[in-house]
Structure formats: structure tokens, C-alpha cells
């Protein structure tokens, strides 16, 4: 069952900008607090960015801080991650997932998880 609806994903060069989408057709967003993860083959997921629903607090991690931006729509129940000034390190597969423990970089407190979107920077 699907619990999130990632897009936004895509090829560009480094320097260039990608907004990722994380849509939850099925449950408001409101007591959640919402994260960012990415993977690359045979490593762990990343927590790259958070926010925190109730109150808009964010947190970014510091291979992103000053680059990305994560916000909220909840009019659409919608997440979105800003990525400018990509780099070819930031290429993975990102996912958004939901926990109720607030934001935190343990994927096993995360509840609901979306199917990931692949994001390629390249040359």
C-alpha cells in the first residue's frame, strides 16, 4: 500500500536545481514530522533533511546545509526538498518518510515510507 507519492526526481548537471515532492494521498501530515533520506547501492540511507510539521522547525544535514531547503505545503499535504547547487555526490535514490518521534536519524523510527525517486547529477 502506498504511502507516500514521490516525484520530482531526474538527470542534471552539477550546479542544478531538482524539487522533490512528497505527497501522502492517504493520511494528514499534521502530528508527523517528515524526512528526506537518500541511498546509494549497498550503503545505508542518509537522513538528509527534516521538518517538522506541527511548527515548520527544520534540520538539514552538512553535506546539504546551505543547499537544500525543505518546506511544506499542507494545504496539498505536501513536502517538498529544494536542491540547488547540486554535485554529483548528492546522486542516490531518495525517499520521504513519516515517524511520530519526531526528527531523528534512525530509519527504524520512521513509520510510513515512500518508493523513492532517483535522482542522478551528471555531466
Not at 78 to 86: D, F, P, W
Request: with cysteine; proline share 2%; charged share 20%.
Amino acid at each position: 500500500q502506498v504511502q507516500f507519492v514521490e516525484s520530482g526526481g531526474g538527470l542534471v548537471q552539477p550546479g542544478g536545481s531538482l524539487r522533490l515532492s512528497c505527497l501522502a494521498p492517504r493520511f494528514n501530515l499534521d502530528y508527523y514530522s517528515i524526512a528526506w533520506f537518500r541511498q546509494l547501492p549497498g550503503k545505508e540511507r542518509e537522513r538528509v533533511s527534516c521538518i517538522k510539521i506541527s511548527d515548520g522547525s527544520t534540520h538539514h544535514g552538512n553535506s546539504v546545509k546551505g543547499r537544500f531547503t525543505i518546506s511544506r505545503d499542507m494545504t496539498k499535504n505536501t513536502v517538498y526538498l529544494q536542491m540547488n547547487r547540486l554535485e554529483l555526490e548528492d546522486t542516490a535514490i531518495y525517499y520521504c518518510a513519516a515517524t511520530f518521534h519526531g526528527c531523528q536519524s534512525d530509519t527504524s523510527r520512521y513509520n510510513y515510507w515512500g518508493q523513492g525517486t532517483q535522482v542522478t547529477v551528471s555531466s
